[in-house]
Structure formats: structure tokens, C-alpha cells
């Protein structure tokens, strides 16, 4: 089997899985059906859900066998409907079904010139930015003091998920740590939907599933939602309880990578404290600019052999 056939059904298997997996947490009632004879397990049948979406039953089983067929847009959007899905997990179903759009080579992740220096500036505001693989790639000092200071961290565990998921750290960081971690892995599915094949995102992955018992459970489960930007209930030894306001802004010379940056708020002297103990220098992209976080390409920085 070439690596482009197995590529291609490794994705098709993950649509599959998403598909029974979203038919399984329907009940009849909630799609208008009768509940009719006993059920052995729990959710729709697939003729039901055939039935709903207006295809063949054998075509639905087709599909959640994996198997090498490319439903229409007018099927995904039918089977979406039927299944209840929202517009994170439709543009996910598409995903999956037609394969990513053309691969750019993957070449190393640099910052566009200033992004670096915007970063830095923005202070006692901590503020961030995550390559594709959301590898970070700058950081401030508040950043830095507030969640981890990724600039002494080993390459391979400069990644926002690697760390919330490996680091005690992030649990103490996060009040809600089980929720935002959820909804952070649903984002990176999201992420990594869009690069199924590459290499680095699949190792990552493994990693994860290696180290973390709540990536074990929850990946199975396709959850997927969209970048977007709210308030985060975090915690600091030195400053209690904060509730911070973030917003996720895209790079424009780079759309994969994302500025993720907290307003300060009431907060913002003591936040200027925070920083204060982390000493002044490069953010994380200045001199050690970086694209992967594991075995991958990256320009070479000052701490590199």
C-alpha cells in the first residue's frame, strides 16, 4: 500500500468514527423518530440515519466503514443535518471527506517582521503566538510568568497542548482546567483536520495519547470547535484568582499562526509585577526563531548545538 493510499484511509476512518460517533449520542426523539423495538445500544440506528439524510442505508454503512467513497457536498450537508452537527463539526465532516487542500511543503515557521516586537510591547497584557502545530513562537514576559516560561523549556515542549496536557503547571494555571482542556484539544482537532497527513501533527498526536490518559478518552470522542475568544478563569500563587479576557487574532502574512493575548484589565499592575520577575530579553521568536517542536524544520537559534 503507498503511504498516500494509507494516508487516505487513515482519514477515511476518522470519518467513520465521527459519524457513528455523533449517531450514537442521538436518541430517537430528538430527530422526531419513534423509539419503536428494543435497542441494544444506544442512539440511532444507521437506517435511521440514512433515512433522515435521504441516502441508501449500504451507502451510510459504506461511509462509516471507511470506505474509499467521496459523498457529494449536498450528502455531507444532508448527513450534517440529520446528525445534528454544528458549523465547527460540518466544516470537520467536509474535512475529512474531501481530503485538505493542497500542502505548501510545510516549510519552517518564522514570525512576519514586527509580530516579534508587538509582542513584547504588548506587556503587562500576556501575549502569546502559536505556529500551526501550535508550537509557540513568541511569548512576553507576562506570558511567561502567567502559564510557562517556554523559553526554557526543551524544544521538544514548546507547544501550547503538549504543555497543558503533560504539565502539572497548566492544572494549578487553569480553574477549569477539564473544561478548557477539552475545549483546547476540540480546537486543535480542528487544526490538525486541516493537515491530516502531516507527519509532525500525527506525532504529536501519539505523544499526546502516550503521555496523557484525558487525550486517551476524550480524542475518541471528534469533538471539534472553532478558534474563538472568551474569558479564562485562571489562578497564580502570587495573584489569586483572575478572570481575563482573550482574544485569538491571525496573522495575516501567516494565517496558520495565531496571536492569542489577554487584556490586563484591573489587573494590570500586578501583572507588570508578574512580569518583573522574568528577566528582560527576546521573546521566544527573537534569536531562537522555531517551526516545530519535536524533530522538525526550524531556523537555527543560539541555544541550538
Known amino acids: ?23 450514537a449520542r442521538l436518541q430517537p426523539a430528538d430527530a422526531g423518530l419513534p423509539r419503536g423495538r428494543r435497542r441494544r445500544t444506544p442512539g ?40 445534528q452537527m454544528g458549523p465547527a463539526e460540518r466544516a470537520h465532516l467536509r474535512a475529512l471527506a474531501h481530503g485538505p487542500a493542497p500542502e505548501d511543503d510545510s516549510p519552517a515557521e518564522v514570525l512576519a517582521p514586527g509580530v516579534d516586537a508587538l509582542v513584547e510591547r504588548l506587556d503587562p497584557c500576556p501575549t502569546f503566538v502559536k505556529g500551526r502545530r501550535w508550537d509557540i513562537l513568541a511569548a512576553n514576559r507576562s ?18 497542548l503538549w504543555w497543558m496536557f503533560t504539565d502539572p503547571r497548566a492544572r494549578e494555571v487553569y480553574a477549569d482546567w477539564p473544561q478548557d482542556a ?13 493537515r491530516p497527513d502531516d507527519p509532525e501533527f500525527l506525532e504529536l498526536i501519539e505523544r499526546l495519547h502516550e503521555r496523557s490518559a484525558e ?14 475568544s472568551g474569558i479564562k478563569h485562571l489562578r497564580h500563587p502570587l495573584l ?14 501567516h494565517p496558520d499562526q495565531k496571536l492569542v493575548t489577554f487584556a490586563a484589565g484591573q489587573h494590570e499592575r500586578d ?35
Open 1 to 23: 500500500m503507498t503511504v498516500t493510499a494509507d494516508r487516505g484511509n487513515r482519514r477515511l476512518r476518522e470519518l467513520g468514527d465521527l459519524l457513528r460517533s455523533r449517531r
Open 44 to 83: 440511532l440506528r444507521r437506517e435511521e440515519v440514512a433515512q433522515l439524510a435521504g441516502v441508501s442505508p449500504t451507502y451510510y454503512a459504506f461511509l462509516e466503514q471507511g470506505r474509499n467513497i467521496r459523498p457529494s457536498p449536498e450528502v455531507l450537508d444532508a448527513l450534517a443535518r440529520a446528525l
Open 143 to 160: 506570558a511567561r510568568a502567567l502559564f510557562a516560561d517556554w523559553l526554557e523549556l526543551p524544544r521538544s515542549e514548546r507547544n501550547e
Open 182 to 194: 477539552a475545549a483546547m484539544l476540540a480546537r486543535f482537532r480542528d487544526a490538525a483536520a486541516r
Open 215 to 228: 487525550v486517551r478518552a476524550w480524542w475518541p470522542r471528534h469533538e471539534v470547535l472553532a478558534p474563538g
Open 240 to 253: 489569586g484568582d483572575l478572570s481575563l479576557q482573550h482574544v485569538v487574532l491571525q496573522i495575516a502574512d
Open 271 to 305: 501583572l507588570a509585577r508578574l512580569a518583573a520577575t522574568v528577566p528582560a530579553g527576546d521573546t521566544l521568536a527573537r534569536g531562537r526563531q522555531t517551526g516545530k517542536a519535536a524533530g522538525g524544520r526550524y531556523h537555527r537559534g543560539r541555544d541550538d548545538p
